[in-house]
DNA sequence: ATTACATTTCTAAAATCATCGAAATGACTA
DNA sequence: TAGTCATTTCGATGATTTTAGAAATGTAAT
């Protein structure tokens, strides 16, 4: 089980916050991530790993693509301090431009395309 | 002024919480600081360096000494997480054991002991 | 003023971390 | 069964961070 600790070492990289932000939004594939967040894929899937080890998201399979979602039950820690961190993210100029891009992603555009 | 990341990047390292938990409780200086914490004396004056920077603690001069304590007016973000935070680590063996040692920590005793 | 001592700054090492590209894996599909 | 494509793992690199010792700084007391 996840330490305050933990959980503050994975909250304290803005790649990973700009994450979970999008995932409060709605759940998406690690290719939506990548294209949103610009960085390679092998990256974003290292992030997703730390937020998935300190159980703040979970991943669900969906055919060829693997989704992840923010936990439904995290650390109480994090479910105490999240709503606050949140709401500080929300005013970041990179956070409100991800808002408005990830309303119109779509993994069968952006996914394969070459 | 210091961002949430900021901030968080200052909570993400376990010596520096421990620095906050025990300005809780008083005021204490570099060498007491670094005696309960077991590093040595540079490495205890980054940490300060770092909680200053992101202002969440201050120094204040007292004869041969420096002093530092929690800041009296810390960033917004930090005011609404904090007790939070503290409130989880308060259960931690190492903060439990801090708590102990820093009431009877005595400056004229351990430093320049030699 | 010279000494003593708390603290900071400097320098360097070791460790951790973010990043990427390439190879491996796993799952659907034709 | 092959092939395609999303994802993860591997291996490597550069950046950042934690750490410590030595030198520098500043202050107080003798």
Redesign the interface.
């Known amino acids: 089980m996840s ?3 933990d959980v ?2 994975a ?2 990289d ?1 790649g990973r ?1 700009r994450i979970l932000k999008m995932l409060e939004i709605k759940s998406l594939c690690v290719c939506e991530i990548t294209e949103l967040l610009g960085l390679a894929t092998s990256t974003v899937s290292s992030h997703l790993n730390v937020l998935k080890n300190a159980d703040l998201i979970q991943d669900e399979k969906e055919g060829k693509w693997i989704n992840y979602k923010l936990a439904p039950a995290p650390p ?2 994090f479910q ?2 999240w709503p ?2 949140s709401r ?2 929300d005013p ?1 100029r990179q956070i409100l431009e991800d808002r408005k891009k990830v309303g119109s992603v779509d993994r069968h555009k952006i996914c394969a395309a070459v």
């Open positions: 330490e305050p600790i503050l070492k909250l304290s803005f916050l109480p820690f105490e301090i606050l961190i500080h993210l970041n």
